[in-house]
């Protein structure tokens, strides 16, 4: 398994490096960039209709201000809309501010030797480090996976094993009902759901809508502090536990299913072990690899893609708000930064994954099935 760790941690370059090529080319031709903002406010008109590039072809859209074809360009004032009236040395200033006075094939290479040395720069609108971004904002994310994994694994691994045992029974058909709905609704409308019944939308205002805490928590004494923390948590982790469950829950059952109708368990039972010894001494440790291994996968989907919209919905300020955000305003250092440093941890847990497998089952040799 060495050979193996080593060959995917070298693999992890190319796959990081392609995809932030790939993101850094779509990039170039979104409209509405820091520079078409900033003209658009020096001019006192509209973002949305002045931050289109002027001209034909491939532009460096939202980047830099590039000449037209034949090497005789019309200089930076015309390569903007919004840039009509203004000094061009003014432009060019604007350009030099947020580093968008060099081609796009040397900005791209200086932003990857600064993240080689995780050197991510500042955001351009918030005056603080993208990496001082994130550790502010992590709290609040990691609060929400943390807790959504683990209430998702301890209802749907025991849900799962029960309705495997039960299967075809009056309790497997009725629970394969709310398996549907939280297949068939998404987490952001059962998040929607639980503000309008209990967070002040239109019937009872139990649980507060903004924040990880109340103003004063500082002030209050430990236990209280728990319970305030508790109590701001409720509502958005119980949506993406709803949300999130199913697909566990039915990963869980078909699993048990597939081992318990293998022959090692008809032999156990025909030398006289019990449902339960069969259950939890035979078929538990093959049937959970599966589950278990899962778990890193599992985590950074939920920290990194199904967090977004709760945070939003239930004005959180973590990592898929600040992602959103930037996007919005078109805060490239926040953008590329954040990207850089969840891929190079999705691929590094992708790993983890794979060696889970290899340490619940050694019978599982990654290297082996390559070779």
């Known amino acids: 398994m060495l050979a193996y760790t080593l060959r995917r941690l070298i693999l992890i370059v190319p796959t990081l490096l392609g995809i932030m090529i790939l993101n850094f080319i779509i990039v170039q031709f979104a409209p509405g960039g820091p520079v078409e903002q900033t003209l658009a406010r020096l001019q006192g008109s509209d973002i949305a209709a002045t931050a289109r590039v002027s001209g034909s072809g491939g532009g460096d859209a939202g980047f830099s201000a590039s000449s037209s074809g034949g090497g005789g360009g019309s200089g930076p004032a015309g390569s903007y809309r919004g840039a009509q009236g203004l000094d061009p040395a003014l432009i060019a200033r604007i350009e030099a501010m947020y580093g968008f006075d060099k081609p796009p094939f040397e900005r791209f290479v200086d932003m990857m030797g600064n993240y080689l040395a995780f050197d991510f720069g500042e955001s351009f609108y918030r005056d603080r480090t993208v990496l001082q971004l994130i550790a502010d904002k992590m709290p609040v994310s990691v609060s929400l996976g943390l807790w959504t994994t683990l209430i998702v694994y301890l209802v749907s691994i025991p849900l799962g094993i029960a309705k495997a045992v039960r299967d075809g029974s009056r309790f497997d058909m009725l629970t394969s ?37 109340s103003p004063d928590w500082e002030n209050l004494s430990w236990p209280a ?36 109708n293998k022959q090692y368990v008809t032999t156990a039972r025909a030398k006289g072990a019990t449902d339960k010894r069969v259950l939890y001494g035979h078929v538990f440790r093959n049937a959970m690899l599966i589950v278990v291994a899962g778990f890193p996968g599992a985590f950074v989907a939920i920290l990194f893609t199904g967090s977004m919209l709760t945070e939003i919905i239930f004005s959180l300020d973590g990592l898929g708000l600040l992602g959103f955000e930037s996007a919005i305003n078109r805060d490239y250092p926040v953008m590329f930064g954040t990207l850089y440093v969840f891929t190079l941890l999705g691929l590094l847990l992708k790993l983890a994954s794979d060696l889970t497998y290899h340490l619940i089952d050694p019978r599982i040799d990654f290297a082996a099935r390559d070779a």
């Open 177 to 213: 009902g709310l398996v549907i709905v939280g297949y068939a609704i998404p987490a952001f409308l059962f998040a929607i759901l639980l503000v309008v019944l209990f967070a002040g939308g239109s019937y009872l205002d139990w649980f507060p809508l903004r924040g990880l805490t």
């Open 225 to 260: 502090r728990i319970a305030d923390y508790l109590w701001h948590i409720c509502l958005p982790v119980l949506s993406m536990v709803i949300g999130g469950f199913a697909g566990l829950t039915m990963l869980t059952k078909n699993s048990f299913l597939e081992e318990i």
